[in-house]
């Protein structure tokens, strides 16, 4: 669904409904950190104009799958993403509930200190870094999509990754569990 859909759908549900408080749950992923800052952005400006509550967000670190853990980005590009979400956090945390300032600082801490993102993720960041190309060149051509939307800093260390071409490539059937390899 494209934003500004949701973001109408989310006006006329607040304008329209009764209830007290609207919550925005918020999968943190390697990709999303890129854009963070402008979605928060945004529910500042709807808390303005609709009341402190109105929406609130609500942060969920996403674990697995482990190619798409904030944390399964590079150091260079984890603390360029924590960096500028601290510079933001510092001039709006005002803006937000203590909940929400408590989420956020949780995000900061976990990009800064967290290594892996579960206790069974592969510890060589190698392999996450070939999972996360090889999942968005498919995603690309499926969707007909284009990588090439997230900053220069994502993008160009992206292309830096060699894909494992020893994975068997397997064509989608009719949905039945047959010749399932082992």
């Not at 009764?18 to 952005?41: E, G, H, Y």
């Not at 967000?57 to 399964?72: E, G, Q, T």
């Amino acid at each position: 669904m494209d934003y500004q859909v949701w973001r109408e759908n989310l006006i006329y549900f607040m304008e329209n409904a009764k209830f007290r408080s609207v919550t925005i749950m918020m999968t943190i992923t390697s990709v999303c950190l890129f854009s963070i800052t402008d979605f928060l952005d945004d529910m500042i400006l709807l808390k303005k104009q609709y009341g402190h509550n109105r929406p609130m967000v609500d942060l969920n670190i996403l674990r697995w799958p482990s190619f798409m853990s904030p944390i399964a980005l590079p150091d260079h590009i984890k603390e360029y993403c924590r960096t500028n979400l601290l510079n933001w956090f510092t001039v709006n945390r005002v803006h937000l509930t203590e909940g929400e300032n408590a989420q956020i600082q949780r995000l900061i801490d976990y990009i800064e200190v967290v290594e892996t993102p579960h206790r069974r993720a592969a510890t060589d960041k190698t392999y996450l870094h070939n999972d996360l190309k090889s999942f968005y060149q498919q995603y690309d051509l499926r969707r007909n999509k284009d990588i090439n939307v997230f900053p220069a800093i994502f993008t160009d260390w992206l292309k830096t990754i060699e894909i494992d071409k020893t994975i068997p490539i397997r064509l989608i059937g009719n949905g039945a569990i047959t010749n399932y390899d082992k």
